[in-house]
Antibody, heavy 116, light 107 residues
Framework: QVQLVQSGSELREPGASVKVSCKAS????????MNWVRQAPGQGLEWMGW????????TYAQGFTGRFVFSLDTSVSTAYLQISSLKAEDTAVYYC?????????WGQGTLVTVSS | DIQMTQSPSSLSASVGDRVTITCRAS??????LAWYQQKPGKVPKLLIY???TLQSGVPSRFGGSGSGTDFTLTISSLQPEDVATYYC?????????FGQGTKVEIK
């Protein structure tokens, strides 16, 4: 069955960087886009963008350009989200979600906490 | 960009009640709309796509309708396990915007 397994919770100081992973299994990784969704504490879902797992081409939503980078390692069926120059307002749960339009499968979420 | 507006933002209803949540797009999106359920502390779950197609395994008390700019998620008979926040999402084109969510509680 399809599984998306994300890396564990992270605690970082402001200004640091973090890299979240999303390991896929149960399907052909390069046949389905991977999306990233943010959920700040007590807030709604926010689509961050997606990466074409065949070409590696990323698309970023407004508000997620510059400090946010989507990448892949197709040899291990894994997508990555890297956030640099972390700010307190980046504290959130970050989800990966498969498919280019609506999302049947989601990772379990990774809590990133930014605090000094 | 197209905005997605849900109403109400929260509601409280009794077990067995019919519950209706509305999602409005600022421009027409045909039927490129999905609905998700997110229980507290859990991962969102796809309920409906293409505005009215029930995802496999979702109870038949959930239903979706609408096209263009106005959409509805209906729970025909509210159950205790339906306590959750519900989100609509458009997917006709990027950005794949979510509505702000509707929190459903039991009265």
């Amino acid at each position: 069955q399809v599984q998306l397994v994300q890396s564990g919770s992270e605690l970082r100081e402001p200004g640091a960087s973090v890299k979240v992973s999303c390991k896929a299994s149960g399907y052909t990784f390069t046949s389905h886009a991977m999306n990233w969704v943010r959920q700040a504490p007590g807030q709604g879902l926010e689509w961050m963008g997606w990466i074409n797992t065949n070409t590696g081409n990323p698309t970023y939503a407004q508000g997620f350009t510059g400090r946010f980078v989507f990448s892949l390692d197709t040899s291990v069926s894994t997508a990555y989200l890297q956030i640099s120059s972390l700010k307190a307002e980046d504290t959130a749960v970050y989800y990966c979600a498969k498919d280019p339009r609506y999302f049947r499968e989601w990772g379990q979420g990774t809590l990133v906490t930014v605090s000094s | 960009d197209i905005q997605m507006t849900q109403s109400p933002s929260s509601l409280s209803a009794s077990v067995g009640d019919r519950v209706t949540i509305t999602c409005r797009a600022s421009q027409g999106i045909s039927t490129y709309l999905a609905w998700y359920q997110q229980k507290p502390g859990k991962v969102p779950k796809l309920l409906i796509y293409a505005a009215s197609t029930l995802q496999s395994g979702v109870p038949s008390r959930f239903g979706g309708s609408g096209s263009g700019t106005d959409f509805t998620l209906t729970i025909s008979s509210l159950q205790p396990e339906d306590v959750a926040t519900y989100y609509c999402q458009k997917y006709n084109s990027a950005p794949l915007t979510f509505g702000q969510g509707t929190k459903v509680e039991i009265k």
